[in-house]
T-cell receptor, first 114, second 114 residues
Framework: AQSVTQLGSHVSVSEGALVLLRCNYSSSVPPYLFWYVQYPNQGLQLLLKYTSAATLVKGINGFEAEFKKSETSFHLTKPSAHMSDAAEYFCAVRGRGANSKLTFGKGITLSVRP | GEEVAQTPKHLVRGEGQKAKLYCAPIKGHSYVFWYQQVLKNEFKFLISFQNENVFDETGMPKERFSAKCLPNSPCSLEIQATKLEDSAVYFC????????????FGDGTRLSIL
């Protein structure tokens, strides 16, 4: 069984500030981990993925995440927030097997203050 | 195509009516997944397909929900005798054959049950 915990439902930062969105996972097998972003009335867009290669993963729009097995974490960061980053962010875990489903966290709303 | 195409974008039904949603996966993707998103968070897995074969239907409320993926046709998700609690956004996703590949999401169908 797999699960994802995203602590807190809302994060607010000032424009230009560091963005840190936390994600912890539980998995009985080495996981594949993903961060998705959802803008209003849209589907999910892939930000980045961890698939057991490099532990520091760079994604689109300046985001990156670091896989830490000892902490079972996959936190998402961006050095400098932009107004356009305001959205819902979902961390997800996927097991091994081509047909395995995604298990999502509850999501975090990121607000960016001018 | 290069995107997952879901139709319709919005669907309104009276309680007890039937609702049918469609999904065209990305060309070349063998795996299709349906998820239900209630209240802008909480993605719930419904069902997955490998080509036209059901792989995992553990999330489906079987008494009213059914789904198909037939050759040369869009996949479909059908809800018989809809209930108010079925109001949600239904997302379809597709992926290639490797489990480390991400799932690509459509923009969803917003189902409103009145």
């Amino acid at each position: 069984a797999q699960s994802v915990t995203q602590l807190g439902s809302h994060v607010s930062v000032s424009e230009g500030a560091l963005v840190l969105l936390r994600c912890n996972y539980s998995s009985s097998v080495p996981p594949y981990l993903f961060w998705y972003v959802q803008y209003p009335n849209q589907g999910l867009q892939l930000l980045l993925k961890y698939t057991s290669a490099a532990t520091l993963v760079k994604g689109i729009n300046g985001f990156e995440a670091e896989f830490k097995k000892s902490e079972t974490s996959f936190h998402l960061t961006k050095p400098s927030a932009h107004m356009s980053d305001a959205a819902e962010y979902f961390c997800a875990v996927r097991g091994r097997g081509a047909n395995s489903k995604l298990t999502f966290g509850k999501g975090i709303t990121l607000s960016v203050r001018p | 195509g290069e995107e997952v195409a879901q139709t319709p974008k919005h669907l309104v039904r009276g309680e007890g009516q039937k609702a049918k949603l469609y999904c065209a996966p990305i060309k070349g993707h063998s795996y299709v997944f349906w998820y239900q998103q209630v209240l802008k968070n909480e993605f719930k897995f419904l069902i997955s397909f490998q080509n036209e074969n059901v792989f995992d239907e553990t999330g489906m409320p079987k008494e009213r929900f059914s789904a198909k993926c037939l050759p040369n046709s869009p996949c479909s998700l059908e809800i018989q005798a809809t209930k108010l609690e079925d109001s949600a956004v239904y997302f379809c996703a597709s992926s290639q054959g490797q489990s480390n590949q991400p799932q690509h999401f459509g923009d969803g169908t917003r189902l409103s049950i009145l």
